[in-house]
């Protein structure tokens, strides 16, 4: 392992461990509000990476004001921490591409 090799593994494990705890308080203070948060992508495959940005499906039906809550949830639990993320809500999709990341959320667990 070289040098930079080393730097980001050194750097990965804390900015993973974060992001994990961070998605799941998200999840948790989700449910607590009635809304469904399933991870997905790269955290959800445990893939995550050094500069990997955190997926989140938004499950069900929103009005616009729970939509709105949801994202202001996802906001403010990853406020601060320097993690991008994509809030995607599985109204916006087609039931196929749902199916495709509930697989890879499901499988990686």
Known sequence: MNQMQRL?????????ALAQRLVNEIVLDAARQDFEITPV??????EFRLHSDVDLLVRGRLDPVRRLRAEQLVASHLRGADIDYDLIFETD???????????????AG
């Open 8 to 16: 980001i593994a050194e750097r990965l494990e804390p900015r993973r």
């Open 41 to 46: 992508g790269s955290l959800a495959r445990g």
């Open 93 to 107: 999709l087609d039931p196929a591409r749902v199916e495709e990341l509930l697989h890879d959320a499901v499988h």
